[in-house]
């Protein structure tokens, strides 16, 4: 079964693929996995030293994965609650990351800029809206505790009612976190306008060439990707396969995929807009459980998205999870409740799979004496991540005897736990998004948090 295309993918021209590999190379640095990770980090490779020769080679196309599909906000959001972090790495470890992560949001930006690509990125901020009494005391808390962790309001704050009146509505809407760190995009336009820069920049890119094993150096011997078209001996070897992790040989239980949603209408017109504001293009989210978020496009569509596809058994990656008619009309209902007055017809359905690590935390790895390396496991936060993390493993390769802003974060060589072996995989993950779906279906009936709600705030909140 072929996956729906996802908007952002209509709305570009990709003709054929660009031609596989043919036959053996070699090079310095062989990327697995033309998504943002792949490309950001072959991009910033060549920015660093324009003599190395990389190559990144992509099964399908470039943005096939969650690159070309995703909700597009370039957020500074970390997938591990901000007290985790803390818990791991201190306080000064946890502000220079958030400082970096914000940072990476304009320079992300500024970095497309600067390789003409024209991805309809504005940095509106994010808007977090509380629609009920508990919404708004969860709401209220986050921004209190983000307070308490030294974040200043500059970078987060509330904002009342009658403040939100004036930058964006929802119906119900009894205020919002709003944190200025965030900027929309057209990811497609992104991640096929990165693939073209990093030819410029000298790289080159193989498609419809999938690697078929991933083989580490040893002394003399340098590192190997076997692929269907051909074998790359590389000095270093990047995998950047991110949700596709579970499919390649010895990496069953390093991240599970989960399956991440998304609705389009058609455009809106701009006297329905002005009922709604959003005029600076904040993306917006509410305080429910079960993850949600969505973007005014630039040609003045809602794109809305939404986490509760299942698990799938033994981390399963399959095209036909990429749909899921219940989840589709959740997503419909949801779209209808936030905005009362929408009639437009939904004219887009897609979905993907993003990786989520054991213990929330992405991690970036270099080891030297095999060549070995990769980065991931950003749950749904990849977008801005996936940049911080291509500079981290662009500088370990580059300057290795150098500490950088990017390869001294806590997360940098600090690989993560694996997963439990199945059916707990499965059961466990699957209770979890059973229980947001429980506690925010109680929310709604009662106006009043349930136990569940109670768990799970304790377990994933900051
Ligand atoms: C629906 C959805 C909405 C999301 N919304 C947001 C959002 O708004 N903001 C945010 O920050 N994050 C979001 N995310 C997550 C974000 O999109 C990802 O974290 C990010 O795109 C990951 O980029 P990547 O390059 O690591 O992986 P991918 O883009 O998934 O790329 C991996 C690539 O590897 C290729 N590959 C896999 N195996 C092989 C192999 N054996 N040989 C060769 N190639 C291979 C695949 O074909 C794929 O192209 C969302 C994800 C989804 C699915």
Redesign the pocket.
């Known amino acids: 079964m072929q996956s729906p295309p996802?908007l952002w993918w209509t709305q570009i021209d990709v003709t054929s693929p660009r031609p596989p590999l043919r036959g053996d190379v070699d090079v310095d640095v062989a990327i697995?996995?033309?998504?943002?990770?792949?490309?950001w980090t072959a991009r910033e490779l060549l920015r660093r030293d324009p003599h190395l020769r990389v190559c990144v080679?992509?099964?399908?196309?470039?943005?096939?994965?969650?690159?070309?599909?995703?909700?597009?906000?370039?957020?500074a959001?970390f997938p591990a609650p901000a007290s985790s972090v803390i818990a791991h790495v201190g306080l000064e470890g946890y502000t220079r990351q958030r400082q970096v992560l914000q940072d990476a949001v304009t320079s992300l930006g500024a970095a497309a800029h600067a390789d003409a690509i024209d991805c309809d990125y504005v940095r509106g901020g994010t808007l977090s809206f509380a629609r009920s009494e508990v919404q708004e005391v969860r709401g209220r808390h986050y921004v209190a505790r983000a307070a308490e962790h030294g974040v200043a309001e500059e970078d987060l704050r509330w904002i009342d009612a009658e403040e939100l009146k004036t930058v964006a509505w929802l119906d119900g809407a009894r205020g919002a976190a709003y944190s200025p760190h965030c900027a929309r995009i057209q990811?497609a336009r992104l991640?096929r306008g990165l693939a073209e820069a990093v030819e410029r920049h000298g790289g080159v890119i193989y498609e419809d060439?999938?690697?078929?094993r991933i083989m580490p150096g040893a002394g003399e011997r340098r590192a190997r990707l076997l692929?269907t078209r051909g074998t790359v001996r590389a000095d270093y070897v990047v995998r950047?396969?991110?949700?596709?992790?579970p499919?390649?040989r010895n990496q069953r239980r390093t991240v599970v995929p989960l399956?991440?949603?998304?609705i389009a209408t058609e455009p809106l017109s701009a006297s329905w807009w002005r009922d709604y504001g959003f005029d600076r293009f904040p993306?917006f989210n509410d305080e429910r459980h079960l993850l949600i978020?969505g973007?005014r496009t630039a040609d003045g569509r809602l794109a809305f998205?939404g986490r509760g596809s299942p698990y799938h058994f033994a981390s399963s990656v399959e095209p036909r999870f990429d749909a899921n008619e219940h989840v589709f009309a959740q997503l419909d209902e949801s779209l209808r409740e936030l905005f009362p007055t929408l009639d437009a017809p939904i004219t887009h359905r897609?979905?993907?799979?993003?990786?989520m690590p054991r213990d929330r935390f992405p991690s970036v790895t270099v080891d030297h004496a095999t060549g070995l390396a990769a980065?991931?496991g950003?749950?749904?936060?990849?977008?801005?991540?996936?940049y911080v993390c291509a500079n981290a493993l662009a500088d370990m390769i580059v300057t290795p005897a150098e500490r950088t802003a990017y390869s001294s974060l806590p997360f940098v060589q600090s690989p993560t736990r694996r997963w439990e072996l199945e059916p707990l995989r499965w059961l466990g993950i699957n209770a979890g998004i059973a229980l947001a779906t429980y506690a925010d279906h109680y929310e709604r009936r009662h106006g009043r948090e349930s136990r569940a709600s109670a768990l799970l705030s304790r377990l994933t909140s900051d």
């Open positions: 996802s697995v996995g033309g998504g943002y990770t792949g490309l080679l992509e099964a399908r196309v470039c943005g096939f994965g969650a690159s070309g599909r995703n909700g597009g906000w370039v957020s959001l990811p991640v060439t999938s690697v078929t692929t950047a396969t991110e949700g596709f992790t499919t390649v399956y991440s949603l998304m993306t978020y973007q998205g897609w979905g993907g799979p993003l990786a980065a991931g950003y749950t749904g936060d990849g977008v801005t991540l996936s």
